[in-house]
């Protein structure tokens, strides 16, 4: 998935999940293949608008386990919502509300901040000169996964899901909706794999501008999406500048950081520490420790489109989920390799006693066999 810096550097335009209003838009009919250009030949529109992701894998709430406050853990179940304001590429900002804190990230020109209310934190970043931030966008041949409102944009994951329209790939235009208020087309995408647990993905695109407003994942056999993801409020007007300027209010830690990917860890109380040195003292802002940040785990995608499996390495796992695995079935690969199988209506995980982390939205079984060829 896109990073963070992603969306602080590239602007793309979110589109963030809102059931629809009441009522059909009386829309021109367009075929599949004209709906597909307008979405993909869209084009940049400044906004402001709350977006909302909703998920639904059958899982219980992992609040407990130990996750921070916007990790992936937090998004595996029930409701996030989170503030966005862009005004261009070099101008983002994203809040996730909490009960009397809120964890933002900003960047303004160059600057790329960081904030966690709850812990008087902010992050500093600077840009080099000519940056635009982008971090790239995921590698379109890997399974789709969890949407991040944190890491990307509802743009961002719809992109990757029509990079997929192949010949491996069944497209049809299902009746308009209205979304956020606004009349979209609804485009429909659909695996036409035998492995893929994914039955369709359903994408609201904007009649207007061709921005993708929301998008639906909903398993193979099932009426009920695992993931809504997309705008319940939208305003296509550019934000006053204000919403792009930070200042750390008195008493506030500032941590100093060298590359902005440190931006990314979510939970800043704490995680910053390990990675920049000691905790300052309350208002004092603290050199640059001057170590880079860690190295992304390596990935390796076996497979392609719908049936791409992602096998990361070295991946840690959030503090308090080693218990959730007791409960997960065990099981042994024909290689010998034995791990814990964790299986959702939708992305199934195999986390390896080797320290290997397997993903994929495809059956268990099409899981374990990509992951017993390595």
């Keep these: 998935m896109a990073a963070i810096v992603t969306v602080v550097g590239a602007g793309t335009v979110p589109g963030f999940l809102a ?29 402001s608008g709350t977006v909302r992701l909703t998920s639904n894998l059958g899982l219980p709430s992992l609040g407990g386990l130990g996750g921070t406050s916007g990790s992936v853990t937090d998004l595996l179940s029930g409701v996030h919502d989170a503030n966005v304001w862009v005004g261009g590429p070099d101008q ?31 992050v500093h970043a ?50 308009s909706r209205f979304v956020a208020g606004r009349p979209a087309y609804e485009l429909v995408i659909s695996p036409r794999s035998s492995t893929s647990t994914i039955g369709t993905a359903s994408l609201s695109i904007d ?26 409020r939208l305003a296509l007007a550019a934000p006053a500048v204000s919403n792009f300027t930070f200042t750390p209010p008195p008493g506030a ?16 109380s704490g995680r910053f520490q390990r990675q920049f040195g000691p905790k300052p003292g309350p208002g004092t802002p603290t050199a640059d420790a001057g170590a880079p940040s860690p190295a992304a785990p390596p990935v390796t995608v076996i497979g392609t ?25 065990p099981v042994t690969l024909g290689n010998g390799s034995t791990g814990r199988l964790i299986t959702t209506r939708l992305v199934n995980v ?13 059956t268990p079984e099409a899981l374990q066999h990509a992951v017993a060829g390595r």
Excluded at 307 to 321: F, K, N, T, Y
């Design 19 to 47: 059931r629809a209003g009441a009522g059909t838009p009386n829309l021109p009919a367009l075929s599949p293949a004209e709906v597909l250009a307008k979405a993909t030949n869209a084009q940049f529109v400044p906004f």
């Design 126 to 175: 600077t840009l080099p000169a000519g940056h635009d931030g982008a971090g790239g966008p995921a590698d379109e041949t890997a399974a789709p996964g969890v949407p991040d409102p944190t890491r990307e944009t509802p743009a961002d994951f719809a992109q990757a899901l029509l990079a997929k329209v192949t010949p491996t790939t069944a497209v049809s235009v299902d009746a």
């Design 253 to 268: 830690t500032v941590v100093q950081a060298k590359d902005p990917s440190a931006l990314l860890s979510p939970g800043l």
């Design 92 to 122: 983002v900002r994203i809040a996730l509300p909490a009960p009397l804190a809120e964890t933002s990230w900003i960047r303004n020109g160059n600057d790329v901040w960081a904030w966690d209310s709850s812990a008087q934190q902010a």
């Design 207 to 232: 009649a207007a501008t061709g921005l993708p407003l929301d998008v639906r994942i909903t398993p193979r056999n099932s009426a009920t999406p695992a993931f809504e993801f997309g705008f319940t």
């Design 305 to 329: 489109g719908w049936d791409s499996v992602a096998i990361i390495s070295g991946q840690s796992l959030p503090r308090g989920v080693r218990g959730f695995l007791d409960g997960a079935t």
């Design 350 to 362: 195999l986390v390896l006693d080797d320290g290997r982390l397997a993903v994929g939205a495809v």
